[in-house]
């Protein structure tokens, strides 16, 4: 069973960076694609970034630009440096992992496994 553990949320003031973490156990040389999405208070998740295994990657147009997804294959890591962040990207960020070859990047129900989220808030 795929387990799937975030780390590095916090709160930053705007313009600020974070970077956050993503660990996985339990059968990650299966996951084709991992990525990061993000929920904010009231709204629906929404992706925000994420590669397949190889190096290729995608980012909704709201970070383009500002966050970086990477992924090491040889520690089961994904990692979102985020930087110049604004308060609009406040919100639970998610990690996100599929075992399928054929996904949706930044579509959530592409995804089959999820970690539990980490808090991200951007203060004005």
């Known amino acids: 069973q795929v387990h799937l553990a975030e780390s590095g949320g916090g709160s930053v003031q705007a313009g600020g960076s974070l970077t956050l973490s993503c660990l996985a156990s339990?059968?990650?040389?299966?996951?084709?694609?991992m990525g990061w999405f993000r929920q904010p208070p009231g709204k629906e998740r929404e992706g925000v970034a994420s590669?397949?295994?190889?190096?290729?990657?995608e980012y909704s147009d709201s970070v383009k630009g500002r966050f970086t997804i990477s992924r090491d294959n040889a520690d089961n890591t994904l990692t979102l440096q985020m930087n110049s962040l604004k308060p609009e990207d406040t919100a639970m960020y998610y990690c996100?992992?599929?075992?399928?070859?054929?996904?949706?990047?930044?579509?959530?129900?592409?995804?089959?496994?999820w970690g539990q989220g980490t808090q991200v808030t951007v203060s004005s």
């Open positions: 339990g059968g990650a040389p299966n996951l084709n694609f």
């Open positions: 996100a992992a599929a075992t399928s070859s054929t996904v949706a990047p930044l579509w959530a129900a592409s995804y089959n496994y």
């Open positions: 590669t397949i295994r190889g190096g290729m990657t």
